[in-house]
């Protein structure tokens, strides 16, 4: 089974500029979950979809953050102006249905995508 | 205060040791607890997951939830180095949404 893909890996820009990341789910996966990972710490749920619905994005900084899940798959995460702040580590997850925990609802994490902004 | 709070280590143990790893919470709304293991440069991957308070064993790793003191512990026994990566709490208030993340500890096993 393949797991949960995203790109870039790596990116760098310089601050006011704008970044898209991308992600593909599992196949199948209902939820799709947008986490930011700033070194040292947690990562930090950012938004959550269930199909082409948002369940929570309550911690999305919705003045310079946006996201969209295509069709109920691919999503992308954008950042528009970018900020120093805004370096991290983006992680998409997936889960089957919604990701508690329990067997066959598992979170499964991508490689992440590695922000630095200059 | 942080929601969720762990010390950050690092924690170096020799191979074949028994490992505690903690963490406290604030909000005692939480219900849902969970353990990640995330290594460098790798995306977290859950290793266990307990509802409300008691104990959990799964292998060389056991999970505690103690509620009334607002603690989670998991346990590694027997640990290998392979076993070196960073370890993540996790809870949430509702089935299967609003995670909340703690800062994580950083584990090396010594061979």
């Known amino acids: 089974e393949a797991g949960v893909a995203q790109s870039p890996r790596y990116k760098i820009i310089e601050k006011r500029q704008s970044v898209a990341f991308w992600c593909n789910p599992i196949s199948g996966h209902a939820t799709l979950y947008w986490y930011q990972q700033i070194l040292g710490q947690g990562p930090k749920l950012l938004i959550q979809?269930?199909?082409?619905?948002?369940?929570?994005d309550s911690q999305l900084p919705k003045d310079r953050f946006s996201a969209e899940r295509l069709k109920g798959v691919d999503s992308t995460l954008k950042i528009q102006p970018a900020k120093l702040e805004d370096s991290a580590v983006y992680l998409c997850?997936?889960?089957?249905?919604?990701?508690?925990?329990?067997?066959?609802?598992?979170?499964?994490f991508g490689p992440g995508t590695r922000l630095l902004v200059l | 205060q942080k929601e969720v709070e762990q010390d950050p280590g690092p924690l170096s143990v020799p191979e074949g040791a028994i490992v505690s790893l903690n963490c406290t919470y604030s909000n005692s709304a939480f219900q849902y607890f969970m353990w990640y293991r995330q290594y460098s440069r790798k995306g977290p991957e859950l290793l266990m997951y307990?509802?409300?308070?008691g104990n959990k064993e799964d292998g060389r790793f056991t999970a505690q939830v103690d509620k009334s003191s607002k603690y989670i512990s998991l346990f590694i026994r027997d640990s290998q180095p392979s076993d070196s990566a960073t370890y993540l709490c996790?809870?949430?208030?509702?089935?299967?949404?609003?995670?909340?993340f703690g800062p994580g500890t950083r584990l090396s096993v010594l061979p």
């Open positions: 996790a809870m949430s208030y509702y089935y299967g949404q609003n995670f909340v």
């Open positions: 307990t509802y409300s308070s």
């Open positions: 979809f269930q199909n082409n619905g948002v369940v929570d």
């Open positions: 997850a997936s889960s089957l249905v919604t990701g508690a925990g329990t067997q066959g609802e598992t979170q499964y």
